[in-house]
């Protein structure tokens, strides 16, 4: 060869190893960052793994015992049904209730009347339980018709009672999830001439949070919040302190949910006919915005007999409709980031995406606008 065509080659070839020796080490640096990466997220699950283990015995060999706040009574010993590690970590239900469970801030979308999904799903509710008298028989008429609910639940109702404690066990083993509904239900101390009294109305919510984790274990946390007389009240009476809940709730991940519909139950002291129960039920459903979406009140406290009289006939009445039963869970993390301040809703998060043409200064401009029906709920 001569030495004319052998210089040529030469450099080629010694530019293309440079090239391709720089590539492979580059290569090679990339997998040593990642697995280095890989390497240290592995060692970090494992160790929130034998963090989460070893709470989980310690709670398991806590046979009885007070709460760490001893203020929120004694914690009667679990029984060998109840698998506190079935629970999903951080969350308000089981690891197998999440196939069937929303996120809080979807439902409070709905809520607002404008969740973009088209099929057909109803969340039953029920606050102010437990009792001791209704919410076994509750739980048994869902476990026969195969469907689930989420209860709000009183913490007082809870503290230093072995009974009731047992019954939010079972709530959560029969695949229900579990909110919070605060720890008094005392109208005139959590809203102080009809003001929202933020600090002790957030003490609440986390008293009845840290019960709910002393009797349940420690995967357990609810960030589902329902108001006693709803949040749709504190809207409807102009609370000046609803920016700074609204503020207050985002910073603890909590939603604040209402419903779209309820059966009446907590309107009257007197026996309730069925019929009565649905007929206003299914009002409340036909005026909703968009009734594919039924977020349904009604209440387990001790005096609603009715209510379990006319469970069995309520559910037939979604079946026979084509809805399917969910449950809520906590909302998601992200949810909370860049939501706007808003008063006119039912919720501290979601916000009706209805818009209206208006003109403006001669211009047409698309505003938003609430989709807002709210009542104000003060003395029940
Ligand atoms: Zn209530």
């Known amino acids: 060869m001569k030495k004319k065509v052998l210089i040529p080659i030469i450099v080629i070839a010694v530019a293309a190893i440079a090239v391709f020796g720089t590539r492979a080490y580059e290569a090679h640096a990339k997998t040593t960052q990642e697995h280095k990466v890989e390497t240290q997220q592995a060692a970090k699950a494992k160790a929130e793994a034998q963090k989460q283990d070893k709470a989980m015995t310690e709670f398991m060999e806590n046979k009885g015992h007070w709460a760490k706040d001893k203020y929120l ?11 506190p590690q079935e629970i999903a970590p951080g969350e308000n239900l089981l690891k197998s209730a999440q196939s069937y469970a929303v996120p809080a801030n979807e ?29 076994p028989k509750i739980l ?13 639940v009183i913490g007082d109702h809870l503290k230093s009672n072995p009974k009731i404690q047992q019954i939010v066990r079972r709530e959560i083993m029969d695949g229900n999830a579990v909110g919070d509904h605060t720890f008094t239900h005392i109208y005139s101390e959590l ?6 009294d933020v600090p002790y109305f957030m003490n609440q919510i986390q008293e009845t949070q840290h019960l709910l984790t002393e009797v349940l274990g420690p995967n357990f ?45 907590a309107g009257t002291t007197k026996a309730l006919d069925i019929n009565q129960l649905i007929h206003t039920m299914d009002g409340d459903i036909h005026n909703q915005s968009n009734p594919n979406q ?79 029906k709210g009542k104000g709920y003060q003395y029940n």
């Open 73 to 83: 009574g004694y914690i009667n010993p679990y029984e060998s049904w109840f698998k």
């Open 294 to 372: 039924v977020i349904l009140l009604m209440h387990d406290a001790g005096a609603k007999v009715d209510t379990v009289k006319a469970l069995p006939t309520i559910i037939q009445y979604f079946k026979s409709h084509g809805y399917a039963f969910k449950v809520i869970e906590n909302p998601t993390p992200e949810s909370f980031v860049g939501i706007p301040a808003k008063t006119d809703t039912y919720s501290n998060q979601g916000e009706s995406l209805t818009t209206k043409t208006v003109v403006k200064d001669g211009k047409k401009v698309t505003e938003k606008v609430s989709d807002y």
């Open 191 to 196: 809203y102080p001439d009809n003001k929202i």
């Open 221 to 265: 946390h609810t960030g589902i919040v329902r108001l006693p007389g709803g949040y749709m009240s504190r809207a409807f009476y102009h609370d000046p302190n609803l920016i700074k809940f609204n503020e207050a709730l985002d910073k603890d991940k909590d939603t604040a949910l209402d419903w779209t519909a309820e059966t009446g139950d």
């Open 140 to 152: 048994d008429i869902l476990k026969n018709e195969g469907v689930h609910a989420t209860f709000f």
């Open 107 to 135: 439902v409070a979308q709905m809520i607002a009347g404008d969740y973009k999904g088209n099929q057909k799903e109803v969340f039953l509710t029920f606050d102010d339980g437990p009792s001791t008298n209704n919410t």
